[in-house]
């Protein structure tokens, strides 16, 4: 199962996600869960940081990333695509129960 955990403070403020694991849907190169997940992940990473030249903290690895904005300044000017991104994951989830969870882990300030 994939989990994708998205880090909130105040309440609804993204501060990063992380996704990992595998939806087990389908075989490797036929798993659209998998490939809806990768895709979008790798879209939202890329707008954070070529599209609005932001600086998150990444870590990428065999069936993981994650993605971590520490500035406020950042922090407020990445919330439509965290929040696009955790939408998207969200609606998958309820789509495919079996196959992807999503979870919100409360952070503090930075």
Known sequence: MIQAEFYVQDGDRVTGFSV???SMFAEAGEDIVCAAVSSAAYMTANT?????????????????????????GEIDRAQDILKGF??????????YPNHIAVNLRGVENA
Do not use: K, Y
């Open 20 to 22: 990992s694991g595998h």
């Open 86 to 95: 955790r939408l998207h994951l969200t609606q998958l989830a309820t789509d």
């Open 48 to 72: 954070l940081t070529e599209i609005l030249s932001l600086e998150p903290q990444l870590l990428l690895d065999e069936g993981c990333m994650c993605v971590l904005l520490r500035e406020p």
